[in-house]
Structure formats: structure tokens, C-alpha cells
């Protein structure tokens, strides 16, 4: 009797809660399911079902099984507010914000083109952290502000300061060749 009343946790997790079951320390939800995440449960509850649930858990290698929780948490709330797209209404937006991007990229190159200039500093597409750690191709002096990358306002900086460069050394070369050709007329 006494070893019985040990196994069971004093605060059921949000799942033992809602199934309305003791919970024991065995409880496969309740490391990721705490009393304090009772939304995320109930969401996950009506979108996935709780055995598919701790099917998925349990066939998880437990190193991964936080970040599938977490993951399927947010999904489900996702599906919750939007049950028609869930969360592929937010990817698509995204997809949409990264092609405006891309667009925008490409029609500032387009105009650095036309001055003249050859963006030496344009950043490589996307990394993730891990890649970014300790990379030395990231441009150092950026990395505290925007992870490696140039902003807009300091590609525009940039290509401002090129270009007053570049017309400084026309300036100075088209002087060269004016002083040439009047010592050549002497």
C-alpha cells in the first residue's frame, strides 16, 4: 500500500487532468504536458488524440521528444484557430514574404548594377545557427545585429559609400588625364 501512494505524482499533468486519471510518474505526457500547459494539451487532445499521442511519444527517441511536443503543441493550437489551413496559412505567408524579399534582393542588385557596382558583401542564402556558429565566411562586424547578414539600411550605407569611392576615383582619374594632355600639348 505504502509503495502504491509512491508512485503517484502530486499535481496531475494537464493530460491526467483532462482523462480525469491518476497520474503516476510512469505518465508518458507529463514531462511535456505539465498542469501549467493545459491549453496546449486540450489542443493537441482534439486535433491528434491522445493514444496517437502517446503512440508518437513513446516510438520517439527521447532526445527528440521535447522538441516533437513542442512542435505538435503549436501545431494544434495553429489547427485550433484555423481549422481549414492550420498552419499552412502561416508557412504560405511566409513562402509569400520570402519571395517579396527575394524580389526586393534582386531589384536592389539590379540598381547596384547600374551604378556600376558589384556587391562584394551580399550574404549567402540562409544559415542555420549551427552552421553559423563559429563560421568564418559571416562578416564579423554584422553578426551582433543581424546574425551575419547586412540589413537593408546597411547594404544601402554600403553602396552609398561605393559609390562616392567610385566617382571620387573618376574624378581624380579624369584630372590625371586632363593634366596629361595639357603637359602633351606643351
Known sequence: MLFHQMDKISTPCAACKQLRRKCTKDCVFAP??????????????KVFGASHVATLINDLHPLKREFAMNSLAWEARVRVKDPVYGCT????RLESQLKDSEEQLAMVKNELASYGIVPTCVPSPPMMYQQMHNNPMTISEYTPNNGGFLTGQQLHDEAQRFVSTQRAQMQQTQETQTQH????RD
Open 32 to 45: 511535456y504536458f505539465p498542469t501549467t500547459k493545459q491549453e496546449n494539451y486540450e489542443a493537441v487532445h
Open 89 to 92: 496559412a502561416i508557412i504560405d
Open 181 to 184: 594632355n595639357e603637359i602633351d
